[in-house]
Structure formats: structure tokens, C-alpha cells
């Protein structure tokens, strides 16, 4: 075998070997690849899964939390209805018995205004009464003491009208008339005192006499009440 052959499959040796420590080296990098590319894969997958499991967690636990919440809020809303419900019943008591304490209170109100009226109009009642039988009373006081007063009015003046018809009769007038001339010619003939004297007669037929002289003599100007005074004595 010549040099060249030798030198020849040396190097064809050679390149097979290369040949052959690039492809373990290329199969060994493929199978790291893959390996990493497998193991990158199933991590890959593996945060996948837990993230979807996660995620299913989650909506099922946001579901339950849902309904945890429904639930809590229907019993706080039944709570708070029932609460509300017995608070209304228990205020609209109250309010029942507020107003039904108002309405005994605005009888009893009214009855005792009722009273008070029918008090008052029996009070004004008997005083009007009272005060008409004491105007009754004053008025037939009055009228018994007008009447009185007429009768003795009527008296007096039967009394006065007789009087004068007694003190001026004819023969006291006649009396008069002649005292007055005697007291002119007395004074005309200035002679002693005359002394006149008179014979009359009373309403009850008794005898009256009595003397006329100048020192109890009227003037010619005397009033009727002298004249009358000097008649009656």
C-alpha cells in the first residue's frame, strides 16, 4: 500500500472521526436542546395547568364567595324585614295607641268642656233669673212706692184744696176786704186802732172767732201764705 492510500484513509479516518465528534457533539447539543426544550415544554405546561387550575379555583371560589354572599345577603334582608316588620308593627302600635289615648282624651276633653258649658249657661241662667226677681222685686218697689207716693200726692193735694177752699170762703175774703178798708180809713182819719172781729165757721162746723188789730194786721201788699197764716190762727 503506497503512502498516499495510507495518507488517504488516514485522513478519511480522520474526517469520519470529526464527522462523527460534530454529530455526537450536534446530537448531544440537539438532545440538550430537546431536553431543555422539553423541560422549558413541561414547565411551560406545568405553570399552564396551575394557572387554569388557578384560575378554575378562583371561579370556583368567586361562585362559592357569590353565593356565600347571596346567602348572607338574603338572611340580612330577611333579618332586616323582619326587623322593619316588627318595627312598624311595634311603632303602628304605638301610633294606634297614641291615637286611641288622643281620642279618650278629646272625649274626655269635650265632655268636660260639655260640663262646663252646661255649668256656665245654669250659672247665667240662675243669675239672670236671680237678677229678673230682683228688677221684679225693685220694679213692684217702685211701682208700691210710686203708688204711695201718688196717694199721698192725691191727699196732699185734697188736703190742699180744701185747705184753700176753707181759707178762701165769702166771709173770709168779705173779712179781708173789710179789715183792709177799716185800715185805710183808719189811716185816712187817724184815729185810735180798730180792732175787728171776725165770725167765721170751720169744714166741721165748729164756731171760729178771732180779732183783727193793726199791730198783727197785713199790708196791702201781704203775701198769701201771711194771710193764710194769720186765717189758720
Same mark, same amino acid.
Given at each position: 500500500m503506497?503512502?498516499r492510500?495510507v495518507?488517504?484513509?488516514? $485522513?478519511q479516518l480522520?474526517v469520519?472521526q470529526t +464527522? ?6 450536534a446530537?448531544?447539543?440537539?438532545q ?9 415544554k413541561?414547565?411551560?405546561?406545568s ?6 387550575r ?11 364567595a357569590?353565593?356565600?354572599?347571596t346567602a348572607t !345577603?338574603?338572611? +340580612? /334582608?330577611n333579618?332586616?324585614?323582619s326587623s ?13 295607641a ?7 282624651r278629646v272625649?274626655?276633653?269635650r265632655a268636660? /268642656?260639655t ?6 249657661k245654669?250659672?247665667?241662667q240662675?243669675?239672670n /233669673?236671680?237678677?229678673?226677681?230682683k228688677? !221684679?222685686a ?5 211701682r208700691?212706692?210710686e203708688h204711695? !207716693? ?5 191727699i196732699a193735694?185734697k188736703e190742699h ?6 181759707e178762701t170762703r165769702p166771709e173770709?175774703r ?8 177799716n185800715q ?6 187817724r184815729?185810735?186802732?180798730?180792732t175787728? !172781729?171776725v165770725? $167765721?165757721?170751720s169744714p166741721?162746723?165748729k164756731?171760729?172767732?178771732f ?6 194786721a197785713?199790708?196791702?201788699?201781704a203775701?198769701?201764705k201771711?194771710?193764710?197764716q194769720?186765717?189758720?190762727?
Open positions: 503506497s503512502a492510500s495518507a488517504m484513509k488516514v $485522513t480522520q469520519r +464527522n462523527q465528534a460534530v454529530g455526537d457533539e446530537r448531544l447539543q440537539a440538550a436542546l430537546k431536553e431543555l426544550y422539553d423541560s422549558d413541561a414547565r411551560f405546561l405553570t399552564q395547568q396551575d394557572k387554569i388557578a384560575q378554575h379555583q378562583q371561579l370556583a371560589d368567586t361562585a362559592q357569590v353565593k356565600t354572599m !345577603k338574603r338572611s +340580612n /334582608n333579618s332586616q324585614r322593619y316588620a316588627r318595627t312598624w308593627y311595634r311603632e303602628l302600635k304605638k301610633e294606634r297614641y291615637t286611641e289615648k288622643g281620642r279618650e272625649i274626655s276633653e268636660m /268642656n260640663e262646663k258649658r252646661t255649668a256656665r245654669e250659672l247665667m240662675q243669675k /233669673n236671680a237678677a229678673a226677681m228688677a !221684679k225693685e220694679r213692684m218697689e217702685r208700691a212706692h204711695d !207716693k201718688e196717694k199721698k200726692q192725691e193735694r184744696t180744701a185747705r184753700v177752699r176753707h173770709v168779705k173779712a179781708g176786704r173789710d179789715f183792709f178798708q185805710r180809713d183808719a189811716r185816712e182819719t184815729s185810735a186802732p180798730i175787728t !172781729k165770725g $167765721t165757721r166741721g162746723g164756731q171760729i172767732s180779732e183783727i188789730t193793726p199791730h198783727c197785713m199790708s196791702r201788699t203775701s198769701t201771711e194771710r193764710r194769720l186765717v189758720a190762727s
